[in-house]
């Protein structure tokens, strides 16, 4: 007997034809010779994404306009995937989209008290405002946290009142008051503690909450979307200890604080090993596990850690496209073109962000997911 319902196999079908969809290296080849965003628009506008441009002005399209565009394709894929779930795929998906609200929230935070929605590069005449975002937000059901209050919030004490979930909104109150004050404007170091504090909150519990319940998935289903959140919980866990380190000098033992509660294959144990190791031996450390080749950058340049995020983003790429020939049909499917398609929409603003700001276009093109070139190979060993 079949394992596997109807709906599964065609939600199974349908994902499959849309991996067909997605970009190929040759594709981002081409869109790098471009000369404006305008020029890429265009050229977007006659794949799969027609359809999230086509109320777009492709002749007078900014940067951040077509980025958010793209962005909330990946949310309109999604949400069509969910006539064909189950119950506990369903939670599921509900869960995959707060990473959505997660972003917004990091984005307003910012706005109101760092300058900028649109995050790396400030240029307030490209920026949307927040009737745009709204608009766009129009379509999408926010759940994690409330829209109205978040986009009324003025003091961090409001931003933290937005969030629905009360465990998750304690843990953020906690945070606030051990980071200072309450105070309507915080200075810039008060800000700066804010942000990353809430980041790392809102970035654990989300990790914990989703790998947990792909484990409540059936027989397969739930190994293989375990293997590929939890793939990720890995990485994660071991890029926040390099930047902790790194980036904030912080000390091992505040470097563990910043893991996720869930593990996959690095237990606490091996965490707490490459925490207090020399950054410079992570390559030798690393090497016992299948996750070396992140950290196998042989320069120390600058673009160190850029390469590290593109390997990292490779290796997850590369077992999401392994999943889907697993031979089993089922929600995994979605989880993993839904894991392609984000890193399809990163590679995009990359490319779109080189074009409009006139970074050197073959640096940017060996720093792509995607490899140049490339149909779905990532260069990477399966995980």
């Known amino acids: ?205 989300y990790y914990n909450a989703l790998f947990v319940a792909g484990g409540h998935l059936p027989g397969a289903e739930g190994s293989l979307v375990q293997r590929l959140i939890g793939t990720r919980v890995d990485l994660l866990n071991l890029y926040w200890i390099y930047r902790g380190r790194r980036f904030f000098c912080m000390s091992p033992e505040q470097a563990l604080t910043l893991v996720t509660r869930v593990r996959y294959r690095l237990n606490f144990d091996f965490l707490s090993r490459v925490a207090f190791a020399p950054l410079e031996s992570w390559p030798e450390l690393l090497a016992q596990t299948p996750y070396a080749v992140v950290f196998g950058a042989k320069d120390s340049g600058e673009l160190r850690e850029i390469e590290m995020v593109r390997n990292l983003c490779r290796v997850l790429a590369q077992t999401a496209s392994t999943l889907f020939m697993s031979g089993t049909m089922g929600f995994h499917h979605v989880v993993s073109y839904l894991n392609l398609k984000e890193f399809e929409v990163r590679d995009l603003i990359a490319v779109i962000e080189a074009v409009r700001y006139g970074f050197n276009r073959e640096k940017i093109g060996s720093l792509l997911i995607q490899p140049l070139g490339g149909e779905a190979s990532y260069g990477m060993e399966e995980v």
């Not at 000369?35 to 794949?47: P, Q």
């Not at 999604?78 to 990473?99: D, N, Q, T, V």
């Not at 307003?108 to 608009?135: C, P, Y």
């Open 1 to 205: 007997m079949c394992a596997f319902s109807g709906p599964a196999i065609s939600a199974s079908c349908k994902v499959r034809y849309r991996r067909s969809t997605l970009m190929t290296g040759g594709d981002y080849a081409r869109l790098l010779e471009e000369e404006t965003v305008r020029g890429i628009a265009r050229l977007l506008s006659k794949t799969s994404y027609a359809s999230i441009l086509k109320d777009v002005n492709l002749e007078a399209v900014r940067r951040s306009e077509l980025e958010s565009h793209l962005s909330f394709a990946i949310f309109q894929e999604a949400e069509s995937f969910r006539p064909y779930l189950s119950a506990s795929s369903r939670k599921l998906l509900e869960l995959w989209f707060e990473s959505f609200d997660i972003v917004l929230f990091k984005l307003r935070f910012r706005s109101r008290f760092g300058g900028g929605m649109t995050g790396g590069f400030e240029e307030k005449e490209e920026g949307l405002d927040e009737a745009e975002i709204l608009n766009l937000l129009s379509e999408y059901r926010l759940t994690l946290v409330d829209q109205k209050k978040l986009f009324a919030a003025q003091t961090p004490r409001e931003f933290v009142e937005a969030v629905n979930n009360e465990r998750l909104r304690q843990s953020l109150l906690e945070a606030l008051l051990q980071n200072g004050e309450e105070e309507r404007f915080p200075s810039g170091e008060t800000f700066q503690k804010l942000s990353f504090a809430f980041g790392t909150i809102l970035d654990q519990q």
